[in-house]
């Protein structure tokens, strides 16, 4: 299984990528305009992040009701999402 991995930022497209376990079996699912969820399919639990216009949420500060949008229930999720 993968470990949770330090974000990847594309600048160029302002997203940024966040694996927490294999996503391999894994499916997307848009939890609003900017954000997709990864999840896997036998056990439902987030696998990863893509978070779409990264730069401008974060300088807004609408990262921080992010937790609740997806149902953060791990410890880096809430992480990425606290801190951006």
Do not use: C, W
């Amino acid at each position: 299984m993968t470990q949770y991995q330090k974000p990847y930022y594309d600048a160029e497209h302002d997203v940024i990528y966040v694996t927490f376990a294999d996503k391999s079996n894994s499916y997307g699912e848009d939890v609003s305009e900017n954000v997709t969820v990864m999840r896997d399919y036998e056990t439902n639990g987030i696998t990863g992040l893509i978070i779409y216009d990264y730069a401008r949420l974060k300088q807004s500060g609408a990262l921080g009701v992010l937790s609740s949008l997806i149902g953060a229930d791990n410890s880096e999720t809430k992480a990425v999402v606290r801190t951006g």
